[in-house]
């Protein structure tokens, strides 16, 4: 029995000193802000660390031309990746559900910084964040590189209308 006890407390002690890893968020812009395609969160991974991110969510035309949904991550303070890494794809969790999503590492024109760009990796996946991102009326809690970060929605349907929607 006193095995037990030891054991359930050595388990709760566990989970209450296990660092969250939802971040602190330090600025949020509402989407068309401050830039007509766009929002962002600057925010710390925990309440420690003194590394600031900003992960930046926008609508874009692909290369091809087609309307995009986009995920900017990068560290204020420093290059988050290798500019030279070909594409690759990861996974991305938008309010508990899953995408898959291709990852490029891109650098700032005229700077030596660099960051990820994500975009959905196939259709479903797009057309389910943007439908979320649409009809979602609080922030969509969103997972990218081990960070959880709420995402604000408001002025996003205006955006997106505004670069054309889902047009034919």
């Not at 926008?58 to 309307?67: A, I, K, P, Q, R």
Request: aromatic share 14%; glycine share 6%; with cysteine.
């Amino acid at each position: 029995m006193k095995i037990n006890k030891l054991l359930g407390f050595l388990a709760l002690t566990l989970f209450v000193v296990n660092p969250s890893q939802a971040a602190r968020s330090i600025v949020v812009i509402n989407w068309g802000a401050t830039t007509s395609d766009s929002s962002s969160v600057h925010y710390a991974r925990n309440s420690y660390d003194k590394e600031i991110r900003k992960i930046e969510t926008l609508v874009s035309h692909s290369d091809t031309g087609n309307l995009r949904f986009y995920i900017y991550l990068e560290n204020r303070e420093g290059n988050i990746c290798d500019d030279y890494l070909p594409p690759t794809t990861d996974t991305v969790v938008f309010n508990h559900q899953a995408v898959k999503m291709v990852r490029f590492c891109k650098k700032y024109y005229g700077e030596n910084q660099t960051y990820y760009s994500y975009t959905p990796y196939t259709d479903e996946g797009h057309k389910y964040v943007v439908n979320l991102f649409k009809k979602s009326t609080k922030p969509v809690e969103v997972t990218v590189n081990s960070d959880t970060i709420d995402i604000p929605v408001i002025g996003f349907t205006k955006i997106w209308n505004s670069f054309g929607g889902d047009a034919i």
